[in-house]
């Protein structure tokens, strides 16, 4: 098998020969870096073979703020290439590349782990819980996301990037058309992640029905948890279709089969089809959890108890329950029958209804209340309006009829950006802004965090507000240029001048990040905003073992109550008890590595050599079978120490930040 | 700090107030009964949204500015309230409501858009097969017996029944000022009836990604009146070449092309709608960067046509 | 986590551990009915795209396919019995149902690839055609499932060889032979609507 | 729980000789009967679908232990989503018609 090694590195782009020396000089730096500082085993340790809930969860944070940073650079690319008409920055090829990896970075390596690492830093502490119901698993779930994160991620230095949109629509994405290996990384690497995350969401769903403290019945958790739990019920439903999607994909193009090819009695739109069914409930799995950040932000910093919790949460499940059914909107367009779009039109819409009661509660459990404009709130406020309109344009997508003249333009992209960053971005930061404190034990710059709150917001709506009316206009979208005639080229300008802003937004958080680390008082308490909820009931940062005594629920917003009604706040010496805890393990990391080599030697289609290194997972697999490796127990002493350390400081410090 | 807060709500209305007073956009301007139907729709729907979005920014505003804290409120302690059923069934029953209003029209505009137009029943329809392939339009005249690339003449006035249908990737065929779009398929018809009202020329294009030409794949449509029709299919008639199965091979290679005009059809041998028809691939001509995987050859339809090197993609 | 036993219960049920990992597990089945039905989904859609190859008619012989279901719903049967034993703490029993179970599993497999390799000879391949290429696809899952499940079985085996009934592998036997009886009810979609429905039609 | 520990595995083979009942049923109406192919597709599905919970409540025990009533609901909730892949999929892809 001859390699054409000028084919095997991508070369003759000035723009990827600069990403390719900065990455390799980003790679000997982090490896001398971490020489010098003799911190490998630390490394090893205390990270690559952690099993807590807690380190898995910021590490998915950390790369998906790096994915993050990747989406958002190829998206600033598309904004510079269309910012004026006939644009000669990148060629047609170079941008389709661009938007493939831009879409499928941000929906399926920035918004799943920044998610899923909150879900696991705060479910677990949310319910009470020492850690999620399968520790190691949950790890394995962190190294394959990673694994797939990386391999999709080298696409495009070694072998090409995937080219066919993020919906990798066929025929287009089949062998007929696409004959690069581009489109294999996209099927393999987006297969091993997805792996991860359908054990992530098994995980959540054991975790949440079994693991609940003392008097946490369903009806007392809070916002977060439940819309988590009902996230992973909807992984648990739609990501097994991505994977028998993606595994066809995989054999039409790496073994020849025809399900999606137009030759041997393929059906192209079957791709479609079966994408969408994962798609759109997909867009449910980043958006719930959203919900629940907001919800928990804006109860706490309007000093009041979510207004309507019961119907809150019916909410949510009829969301869940009706975004199986509403697929085919994604193609009206298709032209099937005028029953089969009535029909999807009418479940579509009904979507609005559930979504509408949870707008509504918000804004009535802020009435009446005391709202403080920290960051997170603000985040939490923004996130309604901006909402709002990313809400009434997806009703009138929903239209059918409507939408075959919305379809696949500017005005879908802008609706959907209009969803995805109030609905998800908004609620990340919102979260991160939040709950940093209860993850690094210190908070996050407030000062820096307002700017950073303004240049994104503004950006945000400065980018894609002027796509609504290039839509109506007539633009489409994934079109590299335009001509000079078409007129549009003022919005387009605008938008990129947005687009320019957010990232400077963006630019804010890493700084705060970093100035935070370096310079911000680590002399908090364990409450620092004056929460309801039981992760504030604990030492900031957690304990690696969370609660000393698990605590006892007795009302929705536990922590609340107990500050209300000054029970359980404090521990007796008496009290304390062995913890039984797990040990680490350095098999995820393993399994992680070597499902990476095995995809990669898929991608490239060595079908032999990838057939042995399958042998490497089935060894993992018999490993775990006979690890009995049963954990550990922390000793009372240890646990005494750990937690007059933290309650003592907390007499010192002052409670209150804003 | 608080009039920042307003600025967010204000930046998001902003679109509103656009939309209102935009009538030359595109979808606002329509010159056909399929494309007035759905603006009816569209502006119907707009009514709703905008009561949405101005109740709910409203009421935002309000609440954030009423209950936002002050050093004035230190001292305020926010109630104890659990939620209110009665509240709660009516923002319930009003998206329920919304939607029934939405739905109702929706569904009438479906089935209409797939029937010959209201006021147009008595014309008969003339037929227009649409083939797309990479990366160009091919319309045929079956009544006619020609067949053009890249436009498409059409006479006003008269319903015309487009049977869609892609040689290679999936196209979508949208010509926004007549109607709403659909897509094109290999082994796969669908139909779009569109009308002209007037003479005139409308622009057309495919919205459904299909790669490296993707950008440059419009066309023109142009509505004659039924006498300047009837001249120009005799003009073509008279003067242009004959299609012939080489030339039609020709081409279905990837490749940007200008106008042009045949007499005869290319579905004198081909229609690519039909389900066991011909597959057309040219795999070799599709390489970009980066390494190749295999090619699977497929014996059946092997089409003889990967003998030159043509192809290549002309607009960058 | 807590190492909290409670003898009244079965032993594979004894430990809060045990019973998480069993829901657990009921959940990755939820998930695989789901898999198994989106391979369903594509074999049905498919199912009439011969593109000019071998139907269904050319290729399936009833007898064989009778003979696999019959092997599968034994096995089925068999490990019903094995996890009947363990309950009563019968390690022998538990062991010869087991490997019985496993045998005929391993019948199965043979079978199978047997009729898959004939149908290549036929001249049937994945390649052939959409409705061969879901076919294989939809009975290749579910045969890796079985192979997956035999080489699983055998180290579940070998453990309780080596460390006799505790609560931990008998929550491994108890998982597999859900995992065991699962594989049977696809196998009874699969000969309903892939042989039995596709030979009618 | 399981009750009897003891004896005779009774429910095992009663399911076992049902399960072969309704696999012989499915073959003779499919085989030897002349039906309308989707008569026959109705009566055979039902019988997979009544063998499968025969399986799932009678070996698998399904609703026993502790989380009984999660797992029927989660198998329920899987059967349901399957189905309205495998129904929702075939109408659409007929185009709706």
């Not at chain 1, 944070?61 to 920055?89: H, W």
């Not at chain 1, 603000?378 to 901006?386: D, G, K, S, T």
């Not at chain 3, 019959?70 to 363990?86: D, N, V």
């Not at chain 3, 592998?169 to 009886?181: D, E, M, N, S």
Request: proline share 4%; glycine share 8%.
């Amino acid at each position: 098998m001859g390699i054409n090694w000028h084919d095997f590195f991508i070369v003759g782009n000035p723009l990827i020969l600069g990403s390719q020396i900065a990455i390799v000089l980003t790679m000997v730096g982090i490896v001398a870096g971490i020489t010098y500082l003799k911190k490998w085993k630390w490394l090893w340790r205390e990270w690559l073979t952690t099993v807590d809930h807690k380190r898995i969860g910021i590490m998915y944070i950390l790369s998906g703020v790096l994915m993050f940073f990747r989406g958002g650079v190829d998206g600033l690319l598309m904004k510079a290439q269309t910012s004026r008409p006939e644009m000669k920055f990148l060629d047609a090829q170079h941008y389709n590349e661009i938007f493939t990896t831009h879409g499928v970075i941000m929906i399926l390596f920035a918004a799943m782990p920044l998610l899923i690492g909150l879900m696991n830093v705060v479910v677990p502490l949310q319910i009470g819980a020492r850690d999620v119901a399968f520790p190691q698993l949950n790890a394995l779930s962190f190294w394959l996301f990673f694994s797939g994160a990386m391999l999709f991620n080298i696409s495009f230095v070694v072998g090409g990037s995937p080219d066919a949109g993020w919906t990798a629509y066929f025929p287009l994405a089949g062998k007929e058309f696409t004959p690069g290996i581009g489109n294999n990384y996209y099927a393999v690497a987006l297969q091993i992640a997805g792996i991860g995350t359908l054990m992530t969401g098994i995980n959540f769903i054991v975790t949440v029905l079994k693991m609940r403290t003392k008097g946490m019945t369903l009806m007392r958790m809070p916002m977060f948890t439940w819309t988590s739990f009902i996230a992973s019920v909807i992984i648990v439903a739609s990501f097994p279709i991505f994977t028998v999607a993606l595994a066809l994909m995989t054999f039409d193009r790496i073994f020849g089969t025809h399900f999606f090819t137009i030759s041997g009695g393929g059906m192209d739109m079957m791709w479609a089809n079966l994408f969408w069914l994962w798609g759109h409930p997909e867009v449910y799995i980043v958006v719930l959890p959203a919900f629940g950040m907001f919800s928990e932000v804006i109860s706490t910093f309007s000093r009041k108890r979510l207004f309507g919790y019961n119907s809150m949460v019916f909410s949510i499940v009829g969301i869940a329950f009706l975004s199986m059914l509403v697929w085919v909107h994604h193609f009206f367009t298709m032209g099937a029958g005028p029953g089969v779009n009535s029909v999807f039109s009418i479940t579509t819409m009904m979507i609005a209804i559930p979504t509408g009661v949870k707008m509504f509660n918000w804004l009535f459990t802020m009435r009446k209340g005391r709202i403080e404009l920290t960051t997170a709130m603000l985040w939490a406020l923004a996130f309604i309006p901006c909402f709002v309109i990313g809400g009434v344009t997806g009703v009138m997508l929903a239209m059918g009829a409507a939408d075959y003249q919305y379809h696949n333009t500017l005005f879908l992209v802008a609706h959907f950006h209009y969803v995805l960053i109030p609905g998800v971005v908004f609620a990340v930061f919102a979260g991160l802004y939040y709950w940093w404190p209860k993850m690094f034990g210190h908070m996050l710059n407030e000062k820096i965090g307002k700017i950073h709150f303004w240049f994104f917001t503004i950006g945000f709506n400065l980018t894609f507000m002027p796509m609504f009316f290039l839509g109506l206009d007539g633009a489409v979208r994934r079109s590299y240029t335009y001509s000079a005639e078409s007129g549009y080229a003022p919005l387009f300008l605008l938008s990129t001048i947005g687009a320019v802003i957010l990232a400077i937004g963006f630019g804010a958080l890493c700084y705060n990040i970093y100035w935070s680390a370096r310079y911000a008082d680590r002399n908090i308490s364990n409450d620092p905003w004056d929460a309801r909820t039981l992760e504030w009931a604990t030492a900031s940062p957690v304990q690696f073992y969370n609660f000393a005594k698990l605590p006892e629920v007795k009302s929705i917003d536990a922590f609340w109550y107990m500050k209300k009604h000054n029970e359980g706040l404090t521990l007796k010496d008496e009290e304390v008890e062995e913890i039984h805890m797990p040990s680490n393990s350095g098999l995820p990391f393993y399994m992680g590595v070597i499902f990476g080599i095995t995809g990669f030697l898929l991608v490239f289609e060595w079908k032999l050599a990838a057939l042995v290194a399958t042998v490497g997972i089935l060894a993992g697999l018999i490993i775990r079978s006979f690890d009995y490796n049963d954990g550990f127990h922390v000793h009372k002493d240890e646990i005494k120490k750990t937690e007059k350390a933290w309650r003592s400081v907390n007499k010192g410090v002052n409670n209150h930040v804003s | 700090m608080f009039k920042k807060g307003y600025l967010i709500p204000l930046l998001a209305f902003l679109p509103v107030l656009l939309l209102s007073g935009c009538n030359k956009m595109v979808v606002f301007d329509p010159k056909g009964p399929a494309a007035r139907d759905i603006l009816g729709l569209i502006n119907w729907s707009l009514v709703f949204m905008l009561i949405v979005v101005v109740v709910v920014f409203g009421l935002f505003g309000y609440i954030v500015w009423k209950y936002r804290a002050t050093s004035k409120n230190k001292d305020y302690v926010p109630p104890e309230e659990h939620g209110s059923t009665k509240l709660e069934i009516i923002w319930t029953a009003i998206p329920i409501l919304i939607v029934i209003a939405l739905t109702i029209p929706t569904v009438n505009t479906i089935y209409k858009l797939e029937k010959v137009p209201a006021g147009y029943e008595d014309k008969k329809p003339i037929t227009i097969n649409v083939t797309s392939a990479d990366w160009k339009w091919i319309f045929s005249y079956p009544e006619q017996g020609i067949e053009t690339v890249n436009y498409v003449n059409i006479p006003a006035g008269t319903p015309v029944k487009f049977k869609l249908t892609s040689a290679g990737t999936m196209q979508s065929f949208w010509v926004p000022a007549l109607g709403g779009q659909k897509y094109t398929m290999n082994k796969m018809e669908t139909q779009l009836y569109l009308t002209a009202d007037n003479p005139g020329e409308f622009l057309g294009r495919n919205t459904n990604f299909n790669g490296k030409g993707y950008a440059d794949m419009e066309f023109t449509v142009e509505a004659k009146s039924s006498k300047d029709f009837e001249k120009w299919v005799k003009e073509v008639k008279a003067n242009a070449p004959k299609l012939t199965e080489k030339k039609y091979n020709e081409l279905l290679k990837p490749t940007h092309l200008g106008r042009e005009t045949f007499t005869g059809t290319h579905l004198a041998w081909v229609d690519h709608g039909k389900m066991n028809s011909k597959t057309y691939t040219n795999p070799e001509l599709y390489k970009v960067h980066g390494v190749q995987g295999k090619i699977f050859k497929d014996e059946e339809n092997n089409t003889e046509m990967n003998d030159s090197n043509g192809g290549e993609h002309n607009g960058n | 986590m807590s190492a909290n036993v409670n003898t009244a219960l079965p032993l594979e049920y004894q430990t809060e551990q045990n019973r998480m990992n069993i829901l657990g597990f009921w959940i990755f089945l939820g998930a695989e009915i789901i898999l198994f039905g989106t391979l369903f989904a594509v074999f049905s859609v498919l199912n009439a795209r011969y593109a000019g190859g071998p139907t269904p008619k050319d290729l399936f012989e009833i007898k064989d396919v009778m003979v696999e279901t019959i092997l599968l719903l034994t096995s089925s049967f068999t490990c019903g019995l094995a996890i009947y034993e363990m309950r009563r703490g019968n390690r022998n029993g538990l062991l010869l149902w087991f490997i019985i179970t496993l045998l005929l599993g391993a019948g199965f497999v043979f079978m199978e690839v047997t009729e898959f390799i004939h149908y290549v000879h036929e001249g049937a391949t994945m390649q052939t055609s959409a409705f061969l290429s879901s076919f294989f696809v939809l009975l290749g899952t579910h045969g890796l499932h079985v192979s997956m499940g035999i080489g699983w079985a055998t180290m579940v085996i070998i453990q309780i060889f080596k460390r006799g009934l505790t609560p931990v592998t008998a929550r491994k036997t108890f998982i597999i032979g859900l995992y065991w009886h699962f594989l049977d009810v696809v196998w009874i979609f699969i000969f309903t609507f892939v042989y039995l429905a596709r030979m009618v039609a | 729980m399981e009750k009897n520990h003891k004896g005779f595995p009774v429910t095992h083979v009663i399911g076992f000789i049902m399960s072969l009942v309704l696999t012989f049923a499915a073959l003779g109406v499919a085989i030897k009967t002349s039906l309308p192919f989707k008569t026959i597709l109705w009566i055979i599905g039902s019988l997979a679908v009544v063998q499968a919970g025969l399986q799932l409540y009678m070996f698998m025990h399904m609703n026993e232990g502790e989380d009984g009533k999660s797992q029927v609901i989660n198998v329920a909730y899987g059967f349901f989503i399957a189905v309205v892949t495998v129904a929702g999929s075939i109408w659409v892809m007929s185009f709706g018609m």
